[in-house]
């Protein structure tokens, strides 16, 4: 158990935190996807603007779990394990070691393709289009994580 009432406190408001933006991430992923995002549908998003809006959310969400798990939460799961944070690369590798994330290179790529749907959509709607499809396919992968993290706090009743 956690001595530190604040530390988890800080870890039970970021699990509730968590399962609403992956259940939000999967809902949006799930409407948007609802057939492969093509280049085509990229040119017409200033036409339609629910299909933009979606992709505004889609972009968000993922962006902002992915924020939410390696800024916040996953700081917190290695203090509480007695460890010292350090760089985002460092906890990560820490993370993979401790089965946490399948992956560090697979997190950064996440990150690059949330990088490249942010800056380069309204120049190239292929590259948003390949992003957005690349993004799709780790939305299970990033939720997945969550919820490996989210069973380590509960396993341990830091939850």
Known sequence: MIQDTKLRLRLQFLSRVVRRECF???GTDQRLFDK???AERAKQLDSDPEQAERV????????????TIGGKLLPLILIALGE???TMIDNLDRAERLDLIKSTDDWLTMRKLRNQMVHEYVEDPEILSNALQ??????ATLIS???RML???KERGWE
């Open 24 to 26: 939000h991430l999967a």
């Open 84 to 86: 010292t944070p350090a």
């Open 56 to 67: 505004e959310a889609f972009v968000g969400r993922l962006g902002r779990l992915q924020d």
């Open 151 to 153: 069973d380590e706090l």
């Open 134 to 139: 690349a993004g799709h396919e780790y939305t």
């Open 145 to 147: 994580t969550a919820n």
């Open 36 to 38: 492969p995002f093509s």
